[in-house]
Each structure stands twice: as structure tokens, then as C-alpha cells.
T-cell receptor, first 108, second 114 residues
Framework: GEDVEQSLFLSVREGDSSVINCTYT??????LYWYKQEPGAGLQLLTY?????DMKQDQRLTVLLNKKDKHLSLRIADTQTGDSAIYFC????????FGSGTKLNVKP | KAGVTQTPRYLIKTRGQQVTLSCSPI?????VSWYQQTPGQGLQFLFE???????NKGNFPGRFSGRQFSNSRSEMNVSTLELGDSALYLC?????????????FGPGTRLTVL
């Protein structure tokens, strides 16, 4: 099966930038996604990038894709306490595979 | 457009019992996928249904089964419950077509097995 790996935890101070990283082994996914899960809630799609793109910016979110290294990152600028959540990267490699999730803790 | 709904939101069962969870997809979506989320294993894919047929299946024992109805609503059944089945069960719906097929998630059903 597909391996999608993420670091488990990230802690930042409010106002700083957060960078969440993801690596994957299969390059067949047409799109790569970032989902956010707040406590007690389902997953919410934050943003996505087409596999032919290197970068996508969406307000405070910047997605970088390095196809050669099979590395995906999500940068959140000016991180707020409301950004505290678990962030999952995912790809549609035949079927949907999710990373293990990175728990982002934003300290005031 | 209404989102994905799941019922019930919370469920408590005992070992050996069976349980049925329900998922209503977004109107017009024909694909429904089910996931199990636990602290130890993360998000794991159970199966996907498209037009009433199971299209993909994860690595779960046969105690986990599902079905999809003609209106695209889906149910998931777990028989002979074990303590390790305690988890958040998420369903996601998508159009199921080619190209970008964004999955929209429901709030989940929290199952506790005692």
C-alpha cells in the first residue's frame, strides 16, 4: 500500500509561521490534499494542489510540492490559536490514503 | 447544499454485539468511503461504495461490511464487536468521477465498545 508519512507534533507561538511536512512513496496521485481536523469534528478540506504544480497559495496557506523528492508541505502564515488542530495530508493513489496527521499546537 | 451526515453521533456497545452506522452523502454524490480513526492507527480506509457496488476495500476483517442504497446512502456494519473496534468512524462522499474528486467528510460516529 501507499505510505504517507508526517511528523506527529508541531508547536509554534501565535503569530509565527507553521510548516507541516508530508512525504509519500507513490507518485500516481493526481491531486494532493491537506485536511484539518478540529477536536470532536470530521475532516475539513483546507486546500489541494494539482500534481503538475509546484506551489499554490491560498490566503495564509502555501502548499509546496517537490515531486522529485515526493515531499509536500503546508505553510500557515501568522498562525493563530484557532489553527490548533490535526492536519492530514492525503492523496488519491488509486484509493485515498491519509498521513498519520500532525498535531499543531499554537501557544498564545 | 447540505453536508455529509452521519448517525448516530455517539454509540456505546458491549463486546460481541453488532452495530450499524449510517451515512448520507451530499446530494448528487455517488461515492461513499468509510474510515476508521484511532489514536494508535490514525486514519485507515475501510471501503468505498460507488453506485451500490463496493469499489475499493481496505485491510479489515470480514466483521466489517457495508452497503450502499440506490439513493447513495450507505451503512456500515460491524459484527461481533471487539474492544479494539472503539474508534471514530468517518464517512466521506465524493462525486466519484474522474479528475479532482474531493472528499467531503461527515462529523463521524464515535463508537465505544465496553
Amino acid at each position: 500500500g501507499e505510505d504517507v508519512e508526517q511528523s506527529l507534533f508541531l508547536s509554534v507561538r501565535e503569530g509565527d509561521s507553521s510548516v507541516i511536512n508530508c512525504t509519500y512513496t507513490d507518485s500516481s496521485s493526481t491531486y494532493l490534499y491537506w485536511y484539518k481536523q478540529e477536536p470532536g469534528a470530521g475532516l475539513q478540506l483546507l486546500t489541494y494542489i494539482f500534481s503538475n504544480m509546484d506551489m499554490k497559495q491560498d490566503q495564509r496557506l502555501t502548499v509546496l510540492l517537490n515531486k522529485k523528492d515526493k515531499h509536500l508541505s503546508l505553510r500557515i502564515a501568522d498562525t493563530q490559536t484557532g489553527d490548533s488542530a490535526i492536519y492530514f495530508c492525503a492523496g488519491d493513489f488509486n484509493k485515498f490514503y491519509f498521513g498519520s496527521g500532525t498535531k499543531l499546537n499554537v501557544k498564545p | 447544499k447540505a453536508g455529509v451526515t452521519q448517525t448516530p453521533r455517539y454509540l456505546i456497545k458491549t463486546r460481541g454485539q453488532q452495530v450499524t452506522l449510517s451515512c448520507s452523502p451530499i446530494s448528487g454524490h455517488r461515492s461513499v468511503s468509510w474510515y476508521q480513526q484511532t489514536p494508535g492507527q490514525g486514519l485507515q480506509f475501510l471501503f468505498e461504495y460507488f453506485s451500490e457496488t463496493q469499489r475499493n476495500k481496505g485491510n479489515f476483517p470480514g466483521r466489517f461490511s457495508g452497503r450502499q442504497f440506490s439513493n447513495s446512502r450507505s451503512e456500515m456494519n460491524v459484527s461481533t464487536l471487539e474492544l479494539g473496534d472503539s474508534a471514530l468512524y468517518l464517512c466521506a462522499s465524493s462525486s466519484g468521477g474522474q479528475g479532482k474528486d474531493e472528499q467531503f467528510f461527515g462529523p463521524g460516529t464515535r463508537l465505544t465498545v465496553l
